[in-house]
């Protein structure tokens, strides 16, 4: 029996009980966001104002726990000061540390907040050490996150280059990204995650229901036709079905989750420093439910590495939470690479 | 923050939903609108998101007891509508067990509606913000109802 590093567990809080749930349940981080288009779930009623903001960052640091903050989009034309003020914000606030992807942020806040800790976002598009590295050197990055295309050994290769954490996916619905400069959503509604900070969002979605069907609308562009016994997906273009050559199907992503509990040995092996888990736009009981199932997950790592094996209940509990009820590896396992 | 008890998931007999959707229907929204104004009033929901729903016509459907709740928010408060509208704004239909279940913090929205057990139609952004309102909800803790804890 070895000892290794047990990754850290990072989970999602759209809202004050989402973050107890989480830090009650055994996450080691928490990552939220302002109400308003500095962060990547801008959705109507979700994150934090002012208030609950302090109350959460109390509640996660007086359990021991850190508060990243996400200001993940990227600074829009004539308004920049609303993205400089949000990082001042959240180093008066006094957060463990910012998740960035705009470089001129990235530059903004290394050169006015020196001392606060600096995370490259998932949207920051970094997928090589080369790029890490780069915003190591320039903007003295502690932690990147990596986009869900790689595989294990090419994870590996860039924790092996490079001195910067590497945080990856470990649980969540999964997106198509285009390793942060997906701009599907904004063909069909003409707004994006990286503008104003929702992906499909709700304003232009219908779920029309007829008998015995129910279709699902983008923008006025349909998107997918379900049975009444089929699951359904999120509403954007990427887990639509289309028809392609006479064939009508999910032509771009199939809609599932990331589930990375058979791998996790070896994603602590490689050097993986934190695992991050999706969903800041889902409710309190995902979060306590996911949370709770990816801790007992990695404590049992902790405790005998050589032994672990994944318990066929994790699997039931994050099975049903999931996304059109199935789960992957994702990019993680490509034997054909 | 959350009913210390397991819903489990359950259907009620249809016999129930024909008999009940006989009935009349406005008793249902007025017991739902004064839950939720009972919640306005302890400042349980935030002023910023209430403010969103001004207007809007709302239905709640129990689907297995048949029960249909048509209501809207107005000057402050959630009133029941007692001629129902043609389309309401914003429908919400489930069976009782899954609205038990997301009462209780069991089940996330999400989840019932890609498992199909949670229909959501009309205007989506309305859906989006009741479903972050309450979520954001920091219930009061409820007191444990004995024989069904966990």
């Given amino acids: ?337 | 923050m959350s009913l210390q008890m397991n819903i489990p998931q359950f259907q009620l007999p249809d016999l129930v939903a024909r008999i009940v959707s006989h009935l009349p229907q406005w008793p249902h929204a007025m017991t739902l609108t004064a839950g939720l104004n009972a919640a306005v009033k302890m400042k349980l929901l935030p002023p910023d998101s209430l403010a969103l729903l001004e207007e809007h016509s709302f239905l709640v459907e129990v689907l297995d007891t048949g029960g249909r709740a048509y209501f809207t928010f107005r000057d402050g408060l959630f009133r029941p509508l007692f001629t129902a509208p043609q389309a309401p704004d914003l429908s919400l239909r489930a069976n009782l067990s899954a609205f038990l279940q997301l009462l209780a913090r069991q089940e996330d929205p999400d989840t019932l509606f890609f498992n199909r057990q949670l229909s959501i139609e009309g205007d989506t952004e309305l859906g989006l913000i009741v479903k972050n309102m309450l979520d954001a909800v920091e219930w009061p803790n409820l007191p444990v109802i004995s024989g069904l804890s966990r």
């Fill in chain 1, 1 to 337: 029996m070895t000892r290794e590093k047990i990754p850290q567990l990072i989970c999602p809080a759209g809202s004050l009980p989402a973050l107890k749930a989480a830090v009650d349940n055994g996450a080691d981080s928490v990552y939220l966001g302002y109400k308003n288009d500095t962060n990547a779930r801008n959705f109507a009623g979700l994150n934090f104002d002012d208030k609950a903001m302090r109350e959460g960052i109390r509640y996660a640091q007086s359990h021991g726990r850190h508060v990243l903050m996400a200001i993940n989009t990227f600074a829009q034309s004539g308004r920049v000061a609303d993205w400089h003020r949000a990082i001042d914000g959240a180093s008066d606030l006094g957060v463990n540390a910012v998740i960035l992807a705009d470089i001129g942020l990235l530059d903004y806040a290394s050169r006015h907040h020196p001392n606060l800790r600096l995370h490259l976002s998932v949207q920051g598009s970094a997928t090589s050490y080369e790029a890490v590295n780069f915003a190591q050197r320039e903007f003295g990055v502690r932690r990147a996150v990596l986009p869900r295309v790689l595989t294990l050994a090419q994870v590996e290769n860039v924790i092996n280059n490079t001195t910067v954490e590497i945080e990856v996916f470990g649980f969540g619905s999964l997106c198509v990204m285009n390793e942060g400069r997906c701009w599907l959503s904004s063909y069909a509604t003409g707004e994006s995650p990286n503008t104003v900070g929702a992906c499909s969002p709700a304003k232009y979605v219908k779920w029309e229901k007829t008998p015995g069907k129910m279709s699902t609308r983008l923008n006025g562009i349909l998107i997918d036709r379900f049975d009444d016994n089929e699951p359904a997906g999120y509403p954007t273009l990427c887990k639509g079905r289309f028809e392609v050559n006479g064939e009508t199907y999910y032509a771009l992503e199939e809609p599932t989750s990331l589930n990375v509990l058979e791998i996790l040995p070896e994603i602590a092996r490689i050097g993986v420093a934190a695992i991050k888990v999706e969903g800041r736009q889902r409710s309190p009981a995902y979060v306590a439910q996911v949370t709770k199932t990816m801790r007992a997950a990695l404590d049992a790592l902790s405790v005998d590495n050589q032994h672990y094996h994944v318990k066929p209940a994790w699997q039931t509990d994050l099975a049903k939470v999931s996304e059109g009820s199935q789960a992957t590896l994702g990019a993680y396992s490509r034997p054909w690479r």
